[in-house]
């Protein structure tokens, strides 16, 4: 009886790590289908920007109600949320024709699942080299002019670019 309790207890407090990190079914880092996943510990508030056709909706990690927006290929499309406390939040976006993405004050940036990103600007998010490279990692390599903007990350200089190159992407700093 008492190992069934203990077993009992550790599978609760498990549950409960994995849901509060962001493992579990309501959070954002759950949904494997998104085209493009961020993670971000800015405080209370966040926003990046959006462009394509068509509607993008998002997740934003915490259990609140999605978002679900009409974008525009030629301006951008301010996507904001306020959260209730300060933690690290991962933030899922679907949609099937998003081009651009501007987005600051994220930690990691998966865009592998989206093939029709043209332009990403990832300015200021203080990305390590490593983390950059993991970036360009996840970039397309479909045919067509695609720029990845990179400034004002403390390391631009030391990340590997070919790898962004290789796939057909401009990098600029």
Known sequence: MRKIFIYSITAIITAFVFTACGGGSGSGGSNSSAKIKMTTEQGDYFRFYLAGSGTATVDWGDGSEKVTLTLNESEYVNFSHTYPNATIRTISINGDN????????????????????????????????????????????????????????????????????RKGWTVNY
């Open 98 to 165: 998003i081009t651009k993405l501007d987005c600051r004050y994220i930690t990691s940036l998966d865009v592998s699942k989206n093939t029709v990103l043209t332009s990403l600007y990832v300015f200021g998010n203080g990305f390590t080299a490593a983390a950059l490279n993991a970036l360009f990692g996840t970039l397309h390599s479909n045919p067509g002019e695609k720029h990845i903007y990179i400034g004002n990350n403390p390391v631009t200089e030391d990340c590997d670019r070919s790898i962004a190159e």
